[in-house]
């Protein structure tokens, strides 16, 4: 059974319906658009619950009483040696999505996954200040406000080893993305609900599916962290990116491109 459709209103930012294909289907967009409240409203639909909150009222938007997510399922377009990739917390959700697709999983390949506490706050001084205060309640949504140009780079530039890695371009992308209406709300939102994909940790055991497993040698996760990781996983093969931040596809587009090319070839 496969979701054809899905529907949502007034769930965390989104309103709207998303038809997916019949193969690959790809959830583009800027930060803060709601890429990850799509994954999590299918993981409500498959799951009956978030793996962000614990209190499912936390995803009702702002100012709304009640939040719609529907789904429609086929049985007629079944899937099977899927590769779920992602990097960041889009490795952490594709650990997470093989378990409950099982079978239908041949491989996942995990860069950089975003499953431990006070991940971008490690990047540098300037991140700790800014990701501490925009979770703070009362002066936290005017922190979540505050993106000047140089401040942002500076965030930024806490995951990369190599500083000019961090195209201008994309920079401009995300300044962009931060001053359309609601995007304070959305981000100090992802920010404070950073500890369910923590806790999603738990269920790494469970994969089945072969993992490649690939770290940055200065991410933000600390060794004892990708150790554990490596640890709860059935199925796993390690790589090492040297001279690399927690941003491996920007910042080595060509090995990241090498080892997903090579891993789905095996």
């Known amino acids: 059974m ?11 930012n989104l309103s709207g319906r998303i038809e997916w294909g019949p193969r690959l289907n790809i959830i583009y967009g800027n930060n803060g658009q709601g890429k990850t409240n799509w994954l999590e409203a299918i ?3 498959a799951r009956t619950k978030s793996f962000r909150t614990q209190r499912l009222q936390e995803a009702i938007k ?24 992602g990097e960041s917390l889009g490795a952490a959700l594709a650990l997470s999505a093989s378990i409950d697709l099982g079978d239908r999983v041949s491989r996942v390949i995990a860069f950089n996954s ?14 700790r200040f800014i990701i501490t205060s925009v979770r703070m309640p009362g002066i936290g949504p005017v922190f979540a406000r505050l993106e000047p140009r140089p401040i942002m780079r500076a965030v930024l530039r806490g995951g990369f080893v190599d500083k000019t890695k961090l195209p201008e371009d994309f ?9 359309r209406a609601g995007y304070s709300k959305v981000a100090r939102g992802i920010y404070r609900s950073l500890g369910g994909f923590t806790r999603a940790r738990q269920r790494y055991p469970d994969v089945s599916a072969p993992v490649t497993l690939v770290y940055s040698d ?24 040297p001279a690399t931040g927690h941003f491996s596809s920007l910042e080595r587009p060509d090995e990241v491109a090498r080892i997903l090319l090579g891993a789905v070839s095996r």
């Open 218 to 241: 200065r991410d933000w996760s600390r060794p004892a962290e990708r150790d554990r990781v490596a640890s709860a996983l059935p199925k796993v093969q390690r790589f090492a990116l």
């Open 2 to 12: 496969l979701l054809a459709a899905i529907e949502a209103t007034n769930f965390r």
């Open 114 to 127: 975003y499953d431990y506490p006070s991940g971008l706050e490690r990047g540098n001084w300037l991140s």
């Open 43 to 45: 993981y409500l639909l």
């Open 171 to 179: 920079l401009e992308e995300l300044l962009r993305s931060g001053r």
């Open 62 to 85: 702002f100012g709304e009483q009640l939040a719609i997510v529907r789904g429609i399922v086929t049985t007629g377009l079944e899937l099977d040696g899927v590769t779920l990739a």
